[in-house]
Nanobody, 116 residues
Framework: QVQLVESGGGLVQPGGSLRLSCAASVNTFRLKTMAWYRQAPGKQRDLVAAITSSGSTNYADSVKGRFTISRDNAKNTVYLQMNSLKPEDTAVYYC??????????WGQGTQVTVSS
């Protein structure tokens, strides 16, 4: 059974930074495409960034140049470094498998609030 545990969210001022982590109990994690998603109140859950097994990445246009996704296969962990945060980045952030392996049952997510 896949388990996904997100952490690292919090309250940050506009222009600030946060680093999210996702610990994934996933067989052969290193072979899986992983992704971060976010869901703002009253909105659908959207893809933010993804990283393949080879390290190729892609990002939503709204976060390009500000967010960086990375992974540590030795720790079965995927990260999301978020810089230059804006109020519109406020959402619950989730990680999950992507591509042909996902999505799996969602974790609890981690709340990110960008506000002065």
């Amino acid at each position: 059974q896949v388990q996904l545990v997100e952490s690292g969210g919090g309250l940050v001022q506009p222009g600030g930074s946060l680093r999210l982590s996702c610990a994934a109990s996933v067989n052969t994690f290193r072979l899986k495409t992983m992704a971060w998603y976010r869901q703002a109140p009253g909105k659908q859950r959207d893809l933010v960034a993804a990283i393949t097994s080879s390290g190729s990445t892609n990002y939503a246009d709204s976060v390009k140049g500000r967010f960086t996704i990375s992974r540590d296969n030795a720790k079965n962990t995927v990260y999301l470094q978020m810089n230059s945060l804006k109020p519109e980045d406020t959402a619950v952030y989730y990680c999950n498998l992507a591509g042909i392996w996902g999505p799996q049952p969602w974790g609890q997510g981690t709340q990110v609030t960008v506000s002065s």
